[in-house]
């Protein structure tokens, strides 16, 4: 759906914050039109998670954004 959807629109699309493992995240950008990977590391699985989904996105072009809507803790660990 999401490749169809991004053919539509000049605005990159920006998704998966409640995404959870490294599979999850490997379904979205492998089927195309994703901007922007937007990775929640409190609901991804942790940093090592996070990492990983970083070098995956990296890997196929796609920009990372972290997300911090989870407090304190979360954005440090974004930062």
């Known amino acids: ?9 000049e605005t990159p699309i920006c998704t998966g914050e409640r995404l959870a493992g490294v599979d999850a995240f490997t379904r979205l950008i492998e089927a195309g039109g994703l901007g922007y990977c937007h990775v929640d590391v409190a609901w991804c699985g942790g940093v090592s998670t996070a990492v990983d989904v970083a070098r995956l996105a990296h890997a196929h072009g796609v920009r990372l954004a972290l997300h911090d809507f989870s407090g ?6 974004s930062l």
């Open 1 to 9: 759906m999401i490749p169809v959807l991004a053919r539509s629109l």
């Open 72 to 77: 304190p803790v979360a954005l440090a660990t």
